[in-house]
């Protein structure tokens, strides 16, 4: 008897754990997630979509059937009956039902799994997407090829999920200067992007050693711009390959990717860094330049670092070609935001420049409050900048730098140089998207072990062979955006972004790399709730299903320390 019981203390907790369903493997963690007891068996399942859903969200519900339907060999229909909502809340429910509830929040959405059905419910394309997402990451990962699965269990756990995200502006950033990455990289990045709940793909289209985007009104920008010729190599300084290097994005490839994103709720917002990080376009027009600047002629820079080359915002031609390139990039992209750069520009040559000096005269700017009176010009270009995208209907987005001197009301702060940018600008009453190098510099080496991981800016500056400041898939994801914030400010903190530059990252697989998994960490931030959040679960979800994704997806990404 005695040995009965033993045995029965022993095993029957085991048993009746085995028969309890394992809780999905969610990344970001929903808010909130209750499990039940039983499945709902998907493998065939009616799909009854509410006919007050908009044409995208039915189109994403049907790719999700199609692709049910292909991988565990049984149909999926997807019908859109009249009258369904008046079904869902009176009759007796079998299959799996999507309704437009106007009371979920943005993005957000509700998940509810009995045994004989399920309903979705979200206001938005947004949330329909990520409840699917959601629902993809319930079941086995055959789902996310296009090969038949049939012995794969077809079905997921009982269970009610309400979500929405914490943050509106989930991002990433995305360096395609320095180095040039194909349309189809893009695309892959954007597939990823869409798992895991991003929603903006900050593009920075524009740099010192390379011009990215077709402009039709100034064609030498891609003839000439686009292309640099030779590249330092390493870190080495003084080295140069002597290859021929760049490439840029026609138009109509840019309004396919525009779209690509937009059927994955990912919007792209373009970035135009000026007035300074300027040097190829200057390649191409050297008449917006200021005088005496050397070296001459100007080339597409071969270096990294911070070019002295700047534009010359004193004369009237070089505020056009402004006013006229942002016109073209506003057409473009349907973003409400443009991103004009503002980072890192040296005024050296407006000290000296004639045109320069003469506007600081017209203007009457001076020294004032420790900001110079050339500071004080660039003010000039991002006011003139934001009022011309202002009259076509979109808001400027800039670097920290263009909160020195006066900012225009309106205009959204990125700050990057640490996080007190956005603390002070969000105090002042501007919008902030945070995206401090402390947390989420993804260009910075992800492991103190130099020795160990490729060659990165981390390594360019340090001594030995240990980093300070690696940016560790554990450092992002302990970064709460709004913790230095103050409370009455915290509303103006739209989001937050990793920035990937890429002057040391010249291949598809490094790029990965460096995304992945950081990025897993970052949608978390950007997505869960501080409470939700849980390292050691999320690192076994990497583990067990998430980087198991990415095999699946042909990513390639870091593998997690041990
Ligand atoms: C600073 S972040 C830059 C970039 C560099 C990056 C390298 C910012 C606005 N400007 O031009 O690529 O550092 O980490």
Redesign the pocket.
């Known amino acids: 008897m005695k040995r009965l019981l033993l045995f029965l203390a022993l095993v029957l907790p085991v048993s009746m754990q085995a028969a309890k369903v394992a809780e999905p493997q969610i990344v970001p963690a929903p808010q909130k997630l209750e499990m039940s007891k039983g499945t709902l068996k998907l493998k065939g399942i009616n799909i009854n979509c509410d006919p007050a859903m908009d044409a995208q969200s039915l189109k994403a519900v049907r790719i999700f059937a199609d692709r049910l339907t292909l991988v565990s060999g049984k149909t999926s229909s997807v019908a859109a009956p009249v009258g369904l909502e008046r079904t869902v809340s009176t009759g007796k429910l079998k299959g799996l039902y999507f309704i437009k509830d106007a009371s979920i929040a943005p993005e957000g959405y509700n998940i509810s799994i009995g045994k004989r059905a399920g309903v979705v419910r979200a206001s938005d394309f947004n949330g329909f997407l990520y409840a699917l997402q959601t629902i993809r990451q319930m079941l086995p990962l055959s789902i996310y090829g296009d090969t038949p699965d049939l012995k794969a269990c077809w079905k997921v756990p009982c269970c009610q999920i309400a979500d929405a995200p914490r943050f509106g502006y989930r991002g990433v950033m995305l ?1 395609c200067c ?1 180095h040039f990455f194909s349309l189809d990289e893009v695309k892959k990045v954007l597939d990823v992007m869409a798992i895991f709940k991003l929603n903006r793909l900050h593009w920075h289209l524009s ?1 010192d050693q390379g011009w990215r985007i077709e402009i039709d009104k100034y064609p030498r920008l891609t003839e000439v711009g686009a292309f640099r010729n030779g590249t330092m190599v390493g870190g080495d300084w003084n080295s140069n390959d002597g290859i021929r290097y760049g490439g840029y994005y026609t138009k109509d490839q840019i309004r396919d990717i525009v779209a690509y994103a937009a059927a994955r709720g990912i919007t792209i917002v373009p970035e135009i860094d000026l007035p300074g ?1 300027m040097q190829a376009a200057l390649a191409a027009y050297p008449e917006l330049g200021c005088k005496d600047s050397k070296p001459q002629p100007y080339e597409v820079w071969m270096r990294w670092g911070i070019s002295k080359q700047v534009l010359n915002v004193g004369n009237e031609k070089t505020m056009q070609f402004l006013e006229d390139v942002l016109s073209e990039v506003a057409d473009l992209f349907p973003s409400e935001y443009i991103h004009i750069g503002g ?2 520009c040296p005024r050296d040559e407006w000290e000296k420049d004639p045109d320069c000096q003469a506007k600081v005269k017209e203007l009457g700017l001076v020294d004032k409050d420790g900001v110079s009176a050339t500071a004080r010009l660039q003010n000039y270009v991002t006011s003139r900048m934001q009022k011309h995208l202002e009259s076509k209907g979109k808001k400027i987005i800039g ?1 920290d730098e263009i909160l020195e001197g006066d900012l225009g009301k309106g205009a959204t702060v990125m700050s ?1 140089r640490g996080t007190s940018g956005g603390i002070k600008a969000s105090s002042m009453g501007y919008d902030v998207i945070m995206s401090p190098t402390t947390y989420c ?1 993804i ?1 910075y080496v992800q492991s103190p072990d130099l020795r160990k991981e490729p060659f990165s ?1 981390t390594h360019q500056w340090t001594k030995g062979d240990v980093a300070e400041g690696a940016i560790t898939l554990e450092r992002i994801y302990g970064y709460d955006p709004l913790a230095e914030i103050p409370a009455e400010a915290r509303k103006h903190i739209l989001g937050v972004q990793c ?1 990937l ?1 890429t ?1 040391y990252i010249a291949t598809t697989e490094h790029l990965e790399y460096m995304l992945f998994p950081r990025v897993l960490a970052l949608s978390e931030i950007q997505w869960s709730d501080p409470s939700v959040k849980d390292l050691d679960r999320f690192k076994k979800t990497l583990a067990e299903h998430e980087l198991p994704l990415l095999d699946k997806l042909g990513v390639n990404y870091r593998k997690l320390d041990k």
């Open positions: 360096d320095r740099d990080h980072d890192e670097w990057w510099y260009d800016i920035n530059w002057e």
